[in-house]
């Protein structure tokens, strides 16, 4: 287990300015070039790196670490995740799976993380997932369960719940995280202001996403890297090692709040790249 306490220096305005190119999900990033196949490099195909983020968030949660990537040479997919529950997000996910060509690295941060075990469930294209301070549930586990196996998430009291009438008239509650609380909770070690336009973009997930039971875990049959934040007050750190230590991952620590995407855009892009070597062949 590696211990970092920060990555490499972002790389400058290269590597912003790809992020530009890479966030709309046109034929370069959902079929690797602009004919569609995949991007070779050495003999070998590329995956394509297919980012799944979690509650409280939406895709520009990467934009940092989709900028390191293709700086890198590596196809990207930033998915819109609904924040619903597992099973329906996780068919959201296969959508987007489904799409992309070639071999495939998953990656998910937060709540993302239930997520990405049940996607990619029986993908053989799917070559190896990097959980992102996230879950890694085994089937029969919520995410609300896992955050309370050991002490330390203050996320209940930063909650925001709205309560809201469906269609067929039932009520369900959304959760946000208050916005005066947010920065602290979820963006410690993110300037203010980025952590202050976090607040007011984020997107609430439906609590009982978070009381749904895990029916897939990838995880048991495929290789896994997790990256451990150590001062996250979403999801303590004594729970994302229990459940990397479960699932045999290659774990990565480091000194960073649950925001570590943002934080340490290139860390976390050196672990995924990390496994996308491993896997490659």
Excluded: C
Excluded at 184 to 209: K, S
């Amino acid at each position: 287990m590696a211990n970092i306490n920060g990555g490499r220096k972002r790389r400058t305005t290269g590597a912003v300015a790809a992020v530009t190119a890479g966030l709309a999900l046109g034929a370069t990033a959902l079929g690797g070039t602009a004919d569609g196949a995949p991007h070779q490099a050495g003999g070998h195909v590329r995956p394509t790196i297919v980012l799944e983020h979690g509650a409280f968030a939406d895709g520009s949660s990467w934009n940092g670490v989709v900028a390191e990537l293709r700086a890198d040479g590596y196809p990207v997919v930033a998915a819109a995740n609904p924040l619903r529950g597992p099973s329906s997000d996780a068919a959201a996910l296969r959508t987007v799976l489904d799409h992309v060509k070639g071999p495939k690295i998953l990656v998910g941060h937060s709540y993302g993380g239930t997520v990405i075990s049940q996607a990619a469930t029986d993908d053989p294209q799917v070559k190896g997932l990097v959980y992102v301070a996230a879950f890694l549930p085994a089937p029969g586990e919520s995410a609300l369960e896992l955050t309370g196996k050991y002490p330390g998430s203050t996320l209940p009291d930063a909650l925001d719940p709205v309560t809201y009438r469906q269609a067929d008239g039932a009520t369900a509650t959304d959760l946000y995280i208050r916005q005066d609380k947010f920065p602290h909770q979820f963006a410690a070690d993110v300037p203010a202001d980025q952590a202050a336009l976090m607040a007011a973009a984020q997107r609430p997930i439906a609590q009982a996403a978070l009381e749904e039971k895990a029916t897939g875990a990838a995880w048991r049959t495929k290789p896994s890297w997790a990256v451990v934040t150590t001062q996250d007050l979403n999801i303590p750190a004594a729970v994302q090692r229990f459940m990397a230590r479960r699932a045999h991952a290659r774990t990565t620590e480091v000194a960073a709040s649950h925001s570590v995407a943002v934080s340490h855009p290139r860390l976390v892009a050196d672990v995924i790249e990390r496994a996308a070597r491993a896997t490659a062949g």
